[in-house]
C-alpha cells in the first residue's frame, strides 16, 4: 500500500508561464514528482501518532479540560438517542453548509415504524459566493427566500410548519433548538454570525420573509443527522462520519463522561469537530508545504488544519497547489503553468476524483488538464493521476485514523474490548468516490482490528436523521409547552406579589381590629423580647414541629445551656384524643426528667405550642382548630395550658409550673432576640407556616393599653382562607387541599409549607404524565399515593450539585424509570413550587416589616427576622428567595434574617423567665 511506481517524462524549452532552467531529464522528473509525492506518504506509525493523539485531545475535551492546541471541540448536541423509529409527520428540513455553496431545502415525511417509506422531496439552490462572505443577515435571508421557493412549489399549508435545521459548523448548543455558532469553517466566513444564536437568526429571517410562519424546532450538526439517517433495520448507527466539502464526526458517548453535562446514566451524541484537530508535535511531520501553502491562502488560516487535509473542499486544491509546484520546476507540462492552473479553487474534486480513478483512463485527464490551459506530455497524465491518489489516499487514511480514535474512545467509554458499531456515512466524498471508503475501511481494520465496523450510506444525505431529530424535538418541544403553560400560574410576577403584601397589610389591620379576616392577629401577651438579664433553669416543651421536643434551658450570665430530647407523636396520637396526647406529652416529660434527674423538681415551664391559639394571658391559649396533620378530639376550644395542667395531675406524683404557653413564631422571635436586640419579628417554615412581630399596643384594638409593644401571632397560615388568594390557587393547590383534614383552611400555608409542597409537585407530575409529557405517561401507582413525594426530595433535587441524578434516584425509588428530559422537567416543576412558596413568604414577611416601619413612621426600618423551619433551613434557594422578594417589595427595609439555632424551646424558656422575673419584681 505505502510504494507509488516510477514514471515517464518529456523535454520542453522557453515559452511564456514556462520554466526557465533546463528541463531535468526524465528519470530526474519522476525523483522529483517521487521526492514531492512521498511528503503525502502517512505511515502506519504516523496514523497511531494521530489516533492516540486524536483520542488524547477528545479526551481531554470531554473531561472540560480542552487544551486549545489541539483542540477537538467534543460539542454536546442534545440528542440523547437514536431514532426509535416512532417518529411521524411532515418536516422541512434546511441543510446549509454540509455541501459548500449550495443549500438544499427538503420535505420529509415521516411514517413511524409501521408505515412505508415515503421519498423526501428537494431542491438544491446553489449560494452565490457574495452571500457566503457577506453580512450573517444576507445569508439567512437568502436560506427563508429558498424556503419559500421550495414551498411555494409544494401543497402544503403555510401556517404551523415545523423545521429542523441541519447547521454544518462547530456550535455550542444549549438545547435542541439554541446553537451558537462558534468559528465558520469551509468557504463560509459571514460577519455578525459568529457567537450568536444560528436558530434565532434563522427564525429573524423566515419572519423577515414573512411568507411562512415556520417553527424551527430543531439544530443539527450534519454529522448528527447523517447517524440519525441511518437505514432503518441495519443501524441503528451510533457514529455518523461526514466527509463533503469538510469533514467531522459524532458518536454516542456516555452521558456521564461528558463533564459539562450533570448526567449520570443514558448516553448523548457529541459532534468531535475533529477538523480543527492540529496538534503540531503530530500533524506537524504529516503536513506539506503545499498544505502550509493552501492554509495561507484560506479564508481561515491556522484553523481546520486536519480538515484541510481531508476535506472535499481542499483536495482539488492542494492538487493545483502540487501541480503547479511541479510545473515550475518544468516536472510537468514541459514545465508551462497556465493562469487556470495558478488560479485558487480551479481543480475541484470532482477533478481529482476523476483524474486519479485508473477507470477514467489518460484520456480524461488530457480532457481535465487542457480545460485548465494545460499542454500535457505524454507522461504528464500519469503523473498527474499518481499525485491525485496521493492526494485522496492521504485524506482517506487520515480520516481513518481519526474514526480509528473515536473508535478507541468508543472501546474505552463502554469498557468494551471488542466493539461492534456501524458507522452512517454522509457526504458526496462517500456518495461519488467509492475508493475513499474503500481506503478508509482498509485503514480503520489495521488501526483498529478489534472493531468490527459496518459503514452504513446514510439515507438521503441525511435529511432524513434531520428530520428524525425534528420531530424528536417537535415531541420535546411540544411536552415543553405544556409544561409552560402547567407552570404558568407558578410564575408570580412583582404585581401579583405586590398585591399579595398589600392584601395581608390589609388583612392584618382588620385583624388587629377585631374585624373579620383570614388573620387572627393573636396577642400573646409577650411584651418585650429578652434583656439579657432572665436566669434560672426552665422546662421547655415544644410541640407542632417536625419533632416534639422536651429541654431544660438553663439561662445564666454566661448564656443559655440547653438540654432535649426528641420524642416522636405518632399519628395516632396526633389524631387521637385530646387526653391521649396530652398524657403522650406529660409521660415524654417525665422520662426526660428522670434522664436529666429531675425527678421531684418543679421548674417553671415554657410551652411552645405550634398551632392557633387566642391568648387570654401568658398562661392561657385556647386552641382555635388544629393545623398540620394534628386532630386530637376535645382540644378545639379547650385552654390547651388546662389540658396539660390535667394531664399533669392525672400523673400523679408530678409538680409542673405552667409558666407560659408561646406560639413557635414567638419562641424562635425571642430565642433570636436573646443574640439580636432588633429580632422583632418571628417567621416559621416548616412543617406549617406563620409569623409575629411586636406591634404597637396602641394598634391591638383586642387588648387595653396604648403604649408599649406586643407580640402578635398572625396565623398567617390560614391567610386567604377568606378566598381572597383563590386567584393565585391552582387546581393542584385545590387537589391538595381538598384531599387534607382540614379542606378549605389554611390556604396561604398549604401554598407554602413542608406538609404540602411535595403533595403540589406529586399532583403536578400526575398531570403531566396523564398529558404525556412525563414518562412517556405511564402513570405508576406509586406516583399516585398520597405523600410518597416527600418535601424533603425538593430540596435534595434543587441542590446545585448533583440536580439531574438526585431526580432519577428519587423517581427510580418511586418506581419510575424517566428519560433526562424527564429528570429536567421534574426538577423544573420543584423549581416553580418551591419559588413560589419563598415569593409569597416573602411578600408576608414585607408586609410585617413595612407595617413596623410605618408603625414608627420611619424612612428606612433595620430590622432582625428569627426564622427556623426544616423548609427554610434545609431548601437549597428557599432562603435566598425569601430575602430577595422581601428586597423587591419592602425596599425601605434592611432586613436581616437570622437562623435559630435552638429552635423556639429557648424562646419558651425565655418568655418563661421573663414571666418569672417580672412575677418576682411584681412580688417585691
Ligand atoms: C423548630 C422549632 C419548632 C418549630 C419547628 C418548625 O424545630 O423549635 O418550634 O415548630 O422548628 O419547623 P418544622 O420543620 O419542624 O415544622
Ligand atoms: C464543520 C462541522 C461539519 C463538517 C462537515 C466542518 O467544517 O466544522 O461542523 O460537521 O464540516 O460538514
Ligand atoms: C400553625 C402555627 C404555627 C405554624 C408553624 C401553623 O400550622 O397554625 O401556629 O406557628 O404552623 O409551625
Same mark, same amino acid.
Given at each position: ?15 511564456? #508561464?514556462?520554466?526557465?532552467?533546463? +528541463? ?42 480542552? @487544551? ?19 417518529e411521524q409527520g411532515d418536516f ?16 420529509v415525511t415521516l411514517v413511524g415504524?409501521?408505515g ?44 404551523g410548519l415545523q423545521?429542523?435545521?441541519? *447547521? ?22 459571514? @460577519? ?25 424546532v ?43 453535562? /450533570? ?34 491562502? !484560506? ?71 487542457? /480545460? ?19 492526494? *485522496? ?39 461519488? =468516490?467509492? !475508493? ?7 485503514? &480503520? ?22 428530520a428524525m431529530?425534528t420531530a424528536?424535538?417537535a415531541r ?107 398524657? =403522650? ?24 405550642? !405550634?398551632?392557633?391559639?387566642?391568648? +387570654? ?12 396533620? *394534628? ?92 378566598? @381572597? ?11 391538595? /387541599? ?28 400526575? %398531570? ?42 428519587? +423517581? ?21 413550587? @418551591? ?13 410585617? &416589616? ?26 437549597? %434557594? ?24 435552638? #429552635? ?21
Amino acid at each position: 500500500m505505502d510504494s507509488i511506481g516510477s514514471v515517464g517524462l518529456r523535454q520542453r524549452e522557453g515559452a511564456p #508561464g514556462c520554466s526557465q532552467e533546463g +528541463l531535468p531529464c526524465p528519470s530526474d522528473s519522476s525523483e522529483l514528482v517521487l521526492e514531492c509525492l512521498q511528503q503525502f506518504k502517512v505511515t502506519k506509525t504516523q496514523l497511531r501518532q494521530i489516533q492516540a493523539s486524536l483520542l488524547g485531545s477528545m479526551e481531554q475535551a470531554l473531561g472540560g479540560q480542552a @487544551s486549545p492546541a489541539s483542540a477537538v471541540r467534543m460539542l454536546p448536541t442534545y440528542v440523547g438517542s437514536t431514532p426509535h423509529g416512532t417518529e411521524q409527520g411532515d418536516f422541512v428540513v434546511l441543510e446549509l453548509g454540509a455541501t459548500g455553496a449550495s443549500l438544499r431545502v427538503l420535505w420529509v415525511t415521516l411514517v413511524g415504524i409501521e408505515g412505508h417509506r415515503m421519498e423526501p422531496r428537494s431542491q438544491e439552490f446553489v449560494i452565490p459566493p457574495e452571500v457566503m462572505l457577506g453580512p450573517g443577515q444576507q445569508l439567512f435571508d437568502f436560506a427563508a427566500h429558498c424556503l419559500s421557493e421550495f414551498l411555494d412549489a409544494l401543497p402544503v399549508d403555510k401556517e404551523g410548519l415545523q423545521l429542523g435545521f441541519s *447547521f454544518s459548523f462547530p456550535c455550542h448548543q444549549t438545547g435542541l433548538d439554541r446553537s451558537t455558532l462558534i468559528s465558520w469553517t469551509k468557504g463560509f466566513r459571514c @460577519s455578525g454570525v459568529e457567537g450568536h444564536d444560528v436558530v434565532q437568526l434563522l427564525r429573524d429571517a423566515i419572519k423577515r420573509q414573512g411568507a411562512y410562519s415556520i417553527d424551527v424546532v430543531a439544530v443539527v450538526n450534519d454529522t448528527v443527522g447523517t447517524m440519525m439517517g441511518c437505514e432503518p433495520g441495519v443501524g441503528p448507527c451510533e457514529v455518523g462520519l461526514v466527509v463533503d466539502t469538510g469533514t467531522n464526526a459524532c458518536y454516542m458517548e456516555e452521558a456521564r463522561h461528558v463533564a459539562v453535562l /450533570d448526567e449520570d446514566r443514558g448516553r448523548v451524541c457529541v459532534s468531535v469537530e475533529w477538523g480543527s484537530f492540529s496538534d503540531d508535535g503530530v500533524l506537524g511531520p504529516v503536513l506539506t508545504t503545499f498544505d502550509h501553502a493552501l492554509d495561507r491562502e !484560506s479564508l481561515n488560516p491556522g484553523a481546520q488544519r486536519f480538515e484541510k487535509m481531508i476535506g472535499g473542499l481542499y483536495l482539488g486544491e492542494l492538487v493545483r497547489l502540487v501541480l503547479a509546484h511541479l510545473a515550475q520546476r518544468g516536472v510537468l507540462f514541459g514545465g508551462c503553468t497556465s493562469p487556470a492552473l495558478l488560479s485558487h479553487g480551479s481543480i475541484l474534486l470532482e477533478h481529482v476524483a476523476e483524474m486519479k480513478d485508473p477507470l477514467a483512463g489518460a484520456a480524461r485527464v488530457h480532457a481535465i488538464l487542457r /480545460d485548465l490551459g494545460l499542454s500535457v506530455g505524454a507522461s504528464d497524465a500519469e503523473l498527474v493521476q499518481y499525485v491525485c491518489a496521493a492526494v *485522496f489516499t492521504r485524506a482517506a487514511r487520515l480520516c481513518a485514523a481519526a474514526l480509528a480514535a473515536v473508535l478507541a474512545r468508543l472501546q474505552h467509554s463502554r469498557e468494551q474490548q471488542v466493539l461492534q458499531i456501524a458507522v452512517a456515512t454522509g457526504g458526496r466524498v462517500f456518495e461519488r =468516490h467509492p !475508493s475513499f471508503l474503500s481506503i478508509l475501511q482498509e485503514t &480503520v481494520m489495521l488501526l483498529a482490528p478489534e472493531c468490527d465496523v459496518s459503514f452504513i450510506p446514510s439515507v438521503d444525505g441525511g435529511g432524513q436523521g434531520v428530520a428524525m431529530v425534528t420531530a424528536v424535538a417537535a415531541r420535546l418541544a411540544a411536552h415543553r409547552r405544556l409544561l409552560e403553560e402547567t407552570l404558568a400560574p407558578f410564575r408570580l410576577d412583582h404585581e401579583q406579589l405586590a398585591a399579595v403584601r398589600a392584601q395581608m397589610r390589609e388583612a392584618m389591620v382588620k385583624g388587629l381590629q377585631g374585624e373579620a379576616s383570614s388573620l387572627r392577629m393573636l396577642p400573646t401577651y409577650v411584651r418585650a423580647t429578652p434583656d439579657g438579664t432572665e436566669r434560672g433553669d426552665f422546662l421547655a416543651l415544644d410541640l407542632g414541629g417536625t419533632n416534639f421536643r422536651v429541654l431544660l434551658v438553663r439561662v445564666t450570665a454566661g448564656g443559655v445551656k440547653i438540654t432535649s430530647q426528641v420524642y416522636s407523636i405518632p399519628e395516632y396520637v396526633a389524631q387521637g384524643s385530646g387526653q391521649q396526647l396530652f398524657d =403522650h406529652i406529660v409521660d415524654c416529660i417525665v422520662d426526660f426528667q428522670q434522664k436529666q434527674g429531675l425527678s421531684g423538681q418543679s421548674l417553671p415551664l415554657g410551652f411552645t405550642f !405550634s398551632f392557633p391559639c387566642r391568648q +387570654l394571658g401568658l398562661d392561657q391559649g385556647i386552641l382555635l382548630n388544629w393545623t398540620k396533620g *394534628f386532630n386530637a378530639s376535645d382540644c378545639e376550644g379547650q385552654d390547651v395550658v388546662c389540658l396539660l395542667r390535667e394531664a399533669i395531675r392525672r400523673r400523679q406524683a408530678v409538680e409542673l409550673n405552667v409558666v407560659a404557653i408561646v406560639n413557635d413564631t414567638v419562641g424562635t422571635m425571642m430565642s433570636c432576640g436573646y443574640e439580636d436586640p432588633r429580632c422583632e419579628v418571628g417567621l416559621i417554615v416548616g412543617t406549617g407556616t406563620n409569623a409575629c412581630y411586636m406591634e404597637e399596643l396602641q394598634n391591638v384594638a383586642t387588648v387595653p393599653g396604648d403604649s408599649g409593644h406586643m407580640c402578635i401571632n398572625m396565623e398567617w397560615g390560614a391567610f386567604g382562607d377568606d378566598g @381572597s388568594l383563590d386567584l393565585l390557587r391552582t387546581c393542584f393547590d385545590a387537589n391538595v /387541599d381538598q384531599a387534607s383534614i382540614n379542606p378549605g383552611k389554611q390556604s396561604f400555608e398549604k401554598m407554602i409549607s413542608g406538609m404540602y409542597l411535595g403533595e403540589i409537585v406529586r399532583h403536578i407530575l400526575l %398531570h403531566l404524565t396523564s398529558l404525556g409529557v412525563l414518562f412517556r405517561g405511564q402513570q405508576t401507582q406509586r406516583l399516585q399515593t398520597r405523600d410518597i413525594f416527600k418535601t424533603k426530595f425538593l430540596s435534595e433535587i434543587e441542590s446545585d450539585s448533583l440536580a439531574l441524578r438526585q431526580v432519577r434516584a428519587i +423517581l427510580e425509588d418511586l418506581g419510575l424509570s424517566l428519560t433526562s428530559d424527564d429528570a429536567l422537567m421534574v426538577l423544573e416543576v420543584c423549581q416553580a413550587v @418551591s419559588q413560589r412558596a419563598a415569593q409569597l413568604c416573602g411578600a408576608g414577611v414585607a408586609a410585617v &416589616v413595612e407595617k413596623i416601619r410605618e408603625n414608627r413612621g420611619l424612612e428606612e426600618l433595620t430590622v432582625s427576622v428569627g426564622v427556623d423551619g426544616t423548609l427554610y433551613k434545609l431548601h437549597p %434557594h428557599f432562603s435566598s428567595l425569601v430575602a430577595a422578594t422581601v428586597r423587591e417589595l419592602a425596599p425601605r427595609c434592611v432586613v436581616t434574617f437570622l437562623q435559630s439555632e435552638d #429552635g423556639s424551646g429557648k424562646g419558651a424558656a425565655l418568655v418563661t423567665a421573663v414571666a418569672c422575673r417580672l412575677a418576682q419584681m411584681a412580688r417585691v
